[in-house]
T-cell receptor
Framework: DGGITQSPKYLFRKEGQNVTLSCEQN?????MYWYRQDPGQGLRLIYY???????QKGDIAEGYSVSREKKESFPLTVTSAQKNPTAFYLC???????????FGPGTRLTVT | EDQVTQSPEALRLQEGESSSLNCSYT??????LFWYRQDPGKGPEFLFT???AGEEKEKERLKATLTKKESFLHITAPKPEDSATYLC???????????FGDGTTLTVKP
């Protein structure tokens, strides 16, 4: 069953802690993306990767870090430097950079 | 910088009442315009890709059209299950990423 897996669905952390969100895909897609979505707003790009071992900053990369060591995996770390980390985080993939994107189910992160 | 503006922010329709959602864009050469549907608490679902002015795509009660400055998502005789947020995104040749609008939240009352 092909698809994109994000875990966990809900995540709670205390302020000052780093947290890593998982994104795994078995679609054999080259490109992967991380977005943040706040209530009533569209998607804002955090990081994206067009190929293994390479990634670029998106529009709101400050306070976040990523790695792309395997084609299937693109984990996102929300660091303590991110001032407002509470949000809905979405991972997406595309076969090529200019193709449509396919999204995972999302992880809702709450930091208190 | 690529920009996408969607209107209206929210749209309430009666079941069977057809209407259109608008996506206005500014991009330095359009590589593709994408429409997605997002249900509450879920990831967006891909609907259509449009590449050039004059192109149209259809899927059930939805029809997407494209001009040089905007795209419309026409909804014909909507049903309550069409209620969702519809997102528009554009991609330019020089960008390795898509720029999304804030979406239109559609509510269809029975």
């Amino acid at each position: 069953d092909g698809g994109i897996t994000q875990s966990p669905k809900y995540l709670f952390r205390k302020e000052g802690q780093n947290v890593t969100l998982s994104c795994e895909q078995n679609l054999n897609h080259d490109a992967m993306y991380w977005y943040r979505q706040d209530p009533g707003q569209g998607l804002r790009l955090i990081y994206y990767s067009q190929i293994v071992n390479d990634f670029q900053k998106g529009d709101i990369a400050e306070g976040y870090s990523v790695s792309r060591e395997k084609k299937e995996s693109f984990p996102l770390t929300v660091t303590s430097a991110q001032k407002n980390p509470t949000a809905f985080y979405l991972c997406a993939t595309s076969g090529q950079v200019f193709n449509e994107q396919y999204f995972g189910p999302g992880t809702r992160l709450t930091v208190t | 910088e690529d920009q996408v503006t969607q209107s209206p922010e929210a749209l309430r329709l009666q079941e069977g009442e057809s209407s259109s959602l608008n996506c206005s864009y500014t991009v330095s050469g359009l590589r593709g315009l994408f429409w997605y549907r997002q249900d509450p608490g879920k990831g967006p679902e891909f609907l259509f890709t449009l590449y050039s002015a004059g192109e149209e795509k259809e899927k059930e009660r939805l029809k997407a059209t494209l001009t040089k400055k905007e795209s419309f998502l026409h909804i014909t005789a909507p049903k309550p299950e069409d209620s969702a947020t519809y997102l528009c995104a554009v991609q330019s040749p020089n960008a390795g990423k898509s720029t999304f609008g804030d979406g239109t939240t559609l509510t269809v009352k029975p």
